[in-house]
């Protein structure tokens, strides 16, 4: 082997052995060039020392002098502080021989929570009215599996229901706009309620459920990419027009319309075999203003069947969600808290959510963190969330958990938070993300430096920007700074961001909550849709 090193040095002028006997390549030394300082040095693999000057099989332990690289100097507890030279000889090894006088200043490090995606620092202008505490149960990991359960079972009926009944899939997303609408409609207040499944409608038929079931009947529409698609489409329409008429009960004036206009557009596409793109279309198009309104009166009653199954299911779930909620506290010793009416209307800035229940003593949840992502595990059931949100939520927990000074509850409590989530969203991937658009980091920023806001209504803990927000859950969202659901939520003053969900019967709300003296930034969206 050093045979083959010398021999390798001879030839190639740039090899690290060369002009090295062979001792010392055995021993570990090569030769470099430093381009910083000018001038070659000798590197040790074995022992990582370096030196100026070229080095004996004897040589002592180096001295400041012959180790300008710093990696051969021990550490100060295995030696005695060198003399105060040396640190101006460590200034010139730390830095080029040109530049020897510059310093280095080091930066204070950041705390892990804060990020470019958050500024939980500013603090708020919102003034309300000191409210009293909320009845509802504080979470529980047992309920929020149950209420995941319960919550996928009507999920799939309602899938099932479309299906069977008139033949097509659940419309995407309409199940969590259907929450979102039925929520808003629901009158059940306190431990009676659920959070997530409504229980007290006066309309057990969703007006928004209805709607985009009947606009998939016969068949779902979308935007064809091609001729061939536009053709298949107006085929497809036109013989479930053709069905829907004859097995419904209808009007004969109905039935009449709709066969006509069928019968008419198979023989326009038999006579236009080269007809264009647009000219598919807009026969679409024309088929489904001439036949939809009639394929709708005939396809309601069933249609609205299926919506009051669901409403009733889901009444029924929210019933046993609520026993059981009542016998942990009960097998606990916990009796329901009821708080005392405020006497006075005292002034405050805004503060979270408070519950009026006692908490049990939460089970252990298994918490498994690496650098980039953090589960965790009760039972058989994981949730996962990046570390950066983890260490978020951490300090929001921090500075808003007022009955849990010592975090014991922390990981029970952020489990309950991220399954409730999970639950309300879906468990297919990327369900949910289109019922609200997020906005840039830029915009929060202009927002409160213009307009001085400093308060989100629609957020959650873990997407919010600020550490002032409302949201969709009181219960498991007030330990982590939530001031509860913004339509029982009345300020005085302050400055405001709203950017709601794509709810028409929760943006009416919103409009309707607000008042007239506040500042509120109302973000709204306009979108192209394909109309046919």
Known sequence: MADLLVNGSAKNPASPGRDLPLELLEAGWRKFYSKREQRPYFFNKFTNQSLWDEPTLESPMPTYHQDPLGIATPSPSSVMSPPPQAYELASRRRHSSLDSQQQVVCKKKSPIYLSSCWNLEIPTNVIIHERAMSDVYPPHPDVEIARAQAVMKLRQQYEESCHTREGVHAPGESFNRWLLERKVLDQAEGASSDPILPSDCENPVSPSMCREILNDIPVKLVKPK????????????????????????????SRKIVKWNVEDSFAWVRKQMNASYDDYVERLTHLKAQCQPHINEAASSSVES???????????????????????????????????????????????????????????????????????????????????????????????????????????????????????YGPRKNEGLSLQAALPVAVFECLNRV????????????????????????????????????????????????????????MEAMVNHFEVSLIYIVIAYVFKCYKC
């Not at 669901?310 to 506290?329: D, G, M, P, T």
């Open 226 to 253: 091609y001729i061939s698609d536009a053709r298949k489409q107006l085929t497809k329409y036109a013989e479930g027009a053709k069905k829907v008429i004859e097995t419904r009960t209808v009007s004969p004036e």
């Open 306 to 424: 299926i919506c009051k199954k669901i409403y009733n299911l889901s009444k029924e779930e929210a019933r046993k969600l609520c026993q059981l909620s009542a016998k942990i506290w009960s097998d606990n010793l916990i009796h329901e808290v009821v708080s005392p009416p405020l006497t006075t209307e005292r002034k405050v800035f805004c503060y979270p959510r408070l519950l009026g229940t006692p908490s049990p003593r939460l089970p252990n949840v298994v918490v498994n963190s690496t650098k980039d992502n953090t589960s965790l595990k009760y039972n058989e059931d994981t949730v996962n969330i990046s570390t950066l949100h983890f260490y978020k939520l951490e300090h929001l927990y921090k500075l808003s958990c007022k009955d849990d000074p010592r975090n014991e509850h922390f990981t029970a409590r952020l489990w309950c938070l991220l399954r409730r989530y999970q639950t309300y």
């Open 451 to 506: 307009f001085g806001v400093t308060f989100e209504c629609f957020a959650s803990p873990l997407n919010c920007y600020y550490r002032q927000y409302c949201s969709a859950f009181a219960d498991t969202d007030g330990y982590f700074g939530s001031r509860g659901s913004l339509l029982d939520f009345y300020p005085l003053s302050g400055s405001f961001e709203a950017n709601p969900p794509f709810s028409e019967e929760l």
